[in-house]
């Protein structure tokens, strides 16, 4: 599967792409889960536990954050090569994040066809923790959805910084364009600015709790959904294994596909 884990370049689509659900499809499903790079609160590095996460999540579409990616032929080397194989999904890794040896950054699994990949570059300061986001568009049974999964940076600047520039590129869509943005937002306060700038482009959607796995009480993951109500559920996976494995939980939503041509309810 390594030709589906290379960089891809913008606009290339991966070449081993899983097979999608037929055309009509009605729900997808689709997670987010900061595996930090498979150490579990066990401090034992676990790529296949993570995969087990992964399939009890059921999801059609993953976004990782903290996925250590670093050349190697033991099992925790090579992560999302081996998420990718473990789960028979296609993988878009996110710009790189070189850490000593090895790669390390965020990355999206899809079971659906990928029509583009695209990637921005997030960083803020040369001092600080490189990052970017993965912009792709599927092909749903037919119809057309945007993906942006990323994770934004530790300081309230940077992310002020990085929610302007992926708030920018939203923007470059019509609003009626199926669009689910996702992924660590590292934003602690629900009253914060960026969520509010975010709330007023993509609707607000629910937020439940996944930080720390073992007692949670942060909201530091978020999933929106644009048109918001195609969501038919976001939940937080808290079974556990998903509270040993790593140090967040992972967050499921559940999205009617037929509800992107709709009306909004008045």
Known sequence: MASATRALSDAEVPA?????PAPGVRRISIGSYNIHSCVGLDRRRSP???ADVLREL????YALQEVDNEPGDEEDSQQLEYLSEAMHMAAIPG???VRHSGEYGNALLTRFPVISVHRHDLSYGKWLEPRGAIDVELDVGGRALRVIATHLGLSRSERRFQWRQLLAAIAASPPEHPTVV???MNEWFPSA???RD????LGEALAPPEFPSFWPFLALTRIWVRPVH???SVKAHSTPLAKRASDHLPLRAEIDVERFALRAPT
């Open 16 to 20: 081993e792409a899983a097979e999608a």
């Open 48 to 50: 296949s536990r993570i």
């Open 58 to 61: 059921n999801c059609d579409i």
């Open 95 to 97: 710009l790189r994040i």
């Open 182 to 184: 996702l992924g660590d």
């Open 193 to 195: 600015g960026t969520l």
């Open 198 to 201: 975010a709330h007023k482009i």
């Open 230 to 232: 195609a969501i038919v």
